[in-house]
């Protein structure tokens, strides 16, 4: 999961498999989550989305959860491929007012074949 | 580049030496934001705006200045004040009226020699 420190959380699964990284997030006031998707050398792209008045969404292989009473988001990625491979952060709409969105440390997904 | 370019992709300073980082987006959007990224962590807000001739500091403007005089450009200017600039810059958008998250560009490397 998210944390904070110098050392990037690391996941690591075999080629096939569901993957599921976590996220705590901080402010109970945010509204809106997301999760982007970072290859080396590379900006952020964006992944999936959620409102805090939804618990789930899915995508294309991928699904979010959000669990707003402990404050925790997760993204399960299945049938995990190598392009899967890559830092995957959380972020979560700011409090104040402002679209400004908060990203958490990250976690480095690596695919073993 | 959905919109948004950054340039140069790598870039050297020498202590002491301001250098000036590109944001260019051409989808008419009013919000741009910069971003540092360090090894192995996440996002740290820079500055942002809203609007043309406005801006914001985030958490580490200190050592950064910008400016907002066209819609379709942010540059970032890394000053001799900002004792540790070697980093991953990154510059987004947000793409989506409503806030749907940002669009980020594909990022410019500092680094001090």
């Known amino acids: 999961g998210e944390s904070v420190g110098l050392h990037l959380p690391t996941l690591s699964v075999q080629e096939g498999d569901n993957s599921i990284i976590n996220c705590a997030y901080s402010n109970s006031a945010s509204d809106y989550f997301i999760w982007y998707k970072q290859e080396s050398g590379k900006g952020p792209q964006f992944i999936i989305d959620i409102r805090s008045n939804m618990d789930k969404r899915q995508g294309q292989r991928v699904t979010v959860l959000l669990n707003k009473t402990v404050k925790h988001l997760s993204l399960q990625i299945a049938a995990t491929q190598p392009g899967d491979s890559a830092v995957y952060f959380c972020?979560?709409?700011?409090?104040?007012?402002?679209?400004?969105?908060?990203f958490g440390q990250g976690t480095r997904l690596t695919i073993n074949p | 580049d959905g919109g948004i370019t950054q340039s140069p992709k790598y870039l050297f300073r020498k202590e002491g030496q301001n250098v000036t980082l590109s944001c260019e987006q051409n989808l008419n959007h009013d919000a741009m934001y910069w971003y540092r990224q360090d090894p192995g962590q996440g996002l740290r807000l820079i500055y942002y705006s809203q609007i043309v001739n406005d801006f914001q500091k985030g958490d580490i403007a200190e050592g950064y200045s910008v400016s907002r005089e066209k819609k379709e450009s942010f540059p970032l200017t890394v000053t001799s004040a900002q004792k540790n600039p070697t980093a991953f810059y990154l510059c987004a958008i947000v793409k989506d009226r409503g806030f749907y998250g940002y669009t980020f560009g594909s990022g410019t490397r500092l680094t001090v020699v």
């Open positions: 972020a979560e709409s700011g409090a104040q007012g402002a679209q400004k969105l908060v």
